[in-house]
């Protein structure tokens, strides 16, 4: 059974910092490449951060430069480093994997993030 888990959101100040977890299971993780979405009310889910299984990255403009992605393969865990954050990132963040080789695609369940004053 395969099992994203997202953890780490919350409720942050503007210019504050928050750190995102995503433990999968039930796939080989090093077979697949990570990203984050984020979905806030009445928008679209946007894609922010992917990457691959060499550990290439790629951001949104939204987000570069106060984002960072980055991966743990021996504990099959993503993470989403977030600083400087905005109202505007207030949404659920979202985990995916997609795997390299069955383009087969995963979706965690969500965290909130929300960014207030």
């Known amino acids: 059974q395969v099992q994203l888990v997202e953890s780490g959101g919350g409720l942050v100040q503007p210019g504050g910092s928050l750190r995102l977890s995503c433990a999968a299971s039930?796939?080989?993780?090093?077979?697949?490449?990570m990203g984050w979405y984020r979905q806030a009310p009445g928008k679209e889910r946007e894609l922010l951060a992917r990457?691959?299984?060499?550990?290439?990255?790629n951001y949104a403009d939204s987000v570069k430069g106060r984002f960072t992605i980055s991966r743990d393969n021996t504990k099959n865990t993503v993470y989403l480093q977030m600083n400087s954050l905005k109202p505007e990132d207030t949404a659920v963040y979202y985990c995916?994997?997609?795997?390299?080789?069955?383009?087969?695609?995963?979706w965690g369940q969500g965290t909130q993030v929300a960014v207030s004053s």
């Open positions: 990457i691959t299984t060499g550990g290439t990255t």
């Open positions: 995916n994997a997609r795997d390299s080789i069955t383009y087969v695609t995963f």
């Open positions: 039930g796939i080989i993780f090093s077979r697949n490449a």
